[in-house]
């Protein structure tokens, strides 16, 4: 079996005015939102857990310099009951955490 542990993604997320670096490896964390609830633990996100549903995983993207993967599960819909309509905006439980993501800057949308 494959390791991909050496296979390292970094990534920046803001949180709340602070710039956090986190490294991962393909697969280690299912979506972006589970890793980011494991290494930042914002309060109140993810309640669904990765259904794309409770729209409380919002990020915005702030630079991608990769194509992000995406598992599809009404990620429109829930964006657009929220009443966002700028393109950069995604849930995070619907961006899968592969080589791609490697250098991605994102922001954890208020709520
Ligand atoms: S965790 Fe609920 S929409 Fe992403």
Redesign the pocket.
């Known amino acids: 079996m494959p390791d991909n542990r050496d296979k390292h993604i970094t990534i920046s997320v803001g949180y709340e005015g602070e710039l956090y670096t986190i490294e991962t490896y393909p697969n280690e964390y299912r979506s972006l ?1 589970m890793l980011i609830y494991d290494k930042i633990g914002p309060e109140d996100f ?12 919002l990020v915005r993207i702030i630079e991608s310099p990769g194509r992000l993967s995406c598992f599809d599960r009404n990620e429109d819909t ?1 964006i657009t009951r929220a009443g966002i309509s700028d393109k950069t905006v995604r ?4 961006v899968e955490v592969d080589k791609e993501l490697d250098g991605l800057q994102v922001e954890v949308c208020d709520k």
Do not use: E
Not at 46 to 57: I, K, W
Not at 91 to 94: F, M
């Open positions: 939102m993810g309640d669904c857990l990765g259904m794309g549903r409770c729209g409380t995983c829930t849930l995070a439980c619907q």
